[in-house]
């Protein structure tokens, strides 16, 4: 009602991006369906899995939320899968780990990222400041 109706801003983090899609490969999980889309997991046998560490996202747009954030920022990340969005249209940055994949995506007033701002510095808390002013 609030995110959908009223337009309230939504931002998810980590799993909060992941339950936004469809379906998720993580026991063959039924997402909330916002979202087009299906998580899968990586694949073992070209990376570690889970991706835990700091790697860099790369902005594909400019928005509000990310007023003072370079082109590419490196972030923290904890994940075992990832995004793969129907529509390349919400998509608002990607990352490098084996292959290119997902990391933040953006849609009117909704947005969600792979990467824990919370766990960033200074970069995840400039991105959740610019959040708060929507």
Known sequence: EHVFN???PFLGICVGLQVLFEKSEEDDAVCLGWLKGDVVRF????????????????????LPILDGIGEEEYFY?????HVRPAD?????????YGAPFCSMVAQDNLFASQFHLEKSGEIGLRVLKNFTQL
């Open 6 to 8: 009223e337009k309230k």
């Open 77 to 81: 990340f904890v994940n075992s899968y």
């Open 43 to 62: 694949e073992e046998t070209q990376v570690r899995v889970p991706q835990i560490g700091w790697n860099s996202a790369k902005f594909t747009k400019r």
């Open 88 to 96: 390349s249209g919400i998509v608002l940055a990607t990352t490098e």
